[in-house]
């Protein structure tokens, strides 16, 4: 019960009614098309891209969008920022450890990320809906993943991290490659082999 206090207007409620159902959706979204072959659509908006074969999306240099922030707490406890991977190009790898497909990509991006490094690529895991940390740390162990993930299990960082009509991460798995000015290249929702992926990184590192 309330006593002497007034409850909030409808009208300053509304705001804050319309921000949680917002990122309700988004995370329904994913849901609906988590560890599935993925979505079919980009964000809202022209997002320019050119759809290629075998699901990889890409876009021109020139159309290209710089995500938001994406930072926060990795699974081993340490703070992490992409926005510090500025100037080499960044894969972003969407997971959860309770996920067949991210299981069946799993080595693929592990062996592409030891092959790329010396070329200027970064590997950022970004795990989501594992409520605790257990078992993702334990997927990292069986796969031998060399990098590191953000721990996002409320999806808050795939909601707010990618800006309204990019190619944006609509499933679980999703890969999405940054050019080396933070700028959103390519993406992939669905699971990868190493072939696809390097068709992903290798015209990002041929750019001058």
Known sequence: MNFGRAL????NRRPRAA???????SAAMLTLAGCGDGATSGGGGDTNFVTNTGGVQTVSK?????????????????????????GKIVVLNVWGSWCAPCRAEASHLVKVAKDTEAQGVVFVGINTRDPNKGPAIAFEKDYGVPYPSLYD?????????F??????????????????????????LTALDDKKLREMIDPLIAEK
Do not use: F, H, M
């Open 163 to 188: 800006p309204k009509g990019s190619l944006n991460p609509q499933a679980i798995p999703s890969t999405i490659v940054l050019d080396r000015e933070g700028k959103i290249a390519a993406r992939a």
């Open 62 to 86: 020139s159309d290209r969008q710089s995500v938001n922030e994406i930072a926060g707490e990795t699974l081993e406890g340490k703070q992490l920022d992409v926005a510090d991977y500025k």
């Open 153 to 161: 299990p409320a999806s808050k960082l795939l909601v707010n991290g």
């Open 8 to 11: 909030p207007s409808s009208s």
């Open 19 to 25: 921000v949680t159902a917002a990122v309700a959706a």
